[in-house]
């Protein structure tokens, strides 16, 4: 009798002491690694944003940077838009999964979702945020093509005769 107590005392003990280890684990991973994230749309994109305090990299779609991304300065620029005005350029790490839309809708997402982490990192940068237009989205979509039209809007060459 004396061998199954001692094994019910060591079943109990492993039983309590993996939940304690989760716990201590849990708290010391969200205090060391704080995640921001984030969504924003634009046109057909979505991108989905999670900032990581770091150096300022960017990784999107696995890896790929933003310049390498993107390609075109101007797009490039667009997406820093939020940490230029939050003077937080250089303090995230940012890792976003973009789909949809084309090469202008997904950097406008970005930006958006950007924008979003950054609120929910610290809720002081609303302000700045919000008055230069980054954390409204911009609803302007494509216009559906009409029939006997060639596009939205385009009608077919008039013939006289």
Do not use: W
């Not at 060591?10 to 039983?15: D, I, N, R, Y």
């Not at 684990?25 to 060391?32: D, G, I, R």
């Not at 995640?35 to 749309?41: F, S």
């Amino acid at each position: 009798m004396v061998p199954e107590e001692a094994g019910e005392e060591v079943k109990a003990e492993e039983k309590k002491t993996p939940a304690k280890k989760a716990k201590k684990t849990a708290k010391k991973s969200a205090q060391a690694m704080a995640v921001y994230g984030g969504t924003g749309r634009r046109k057909n994109a979505t991108a989905r944003v999670r900032l990581v305090p770091g150096s300022g990299e960017f990784s999107i779609n696995g890896g790929r940077r933003l310049k390498e991304y993107f390609g075109r300065d101007t797009l490039c620029t667009l997406v820093v838009q939020p940490f230029e005005v939050t003077s937080t350029a250089g303090k995230f790490d940012i890792m976003a999964n973009i789909t949809g839309g084309g090469m202008t809708g997904q950097a406008g997402a970005l930006r958006h979702g950007v924008a979003r982490a950054l609120l929910e990192a610290d809720p002081d940068y609303r302000g700045e945020l919000k008055k230069n237009g980054f954390l409204t989205r911009d609803s302007r979509m494509t216009e559906r093509k009409k029939y006997g039209l060639k596009k939205a809007r385009k009608r077919p060459q008039f013939s006289k005769r």
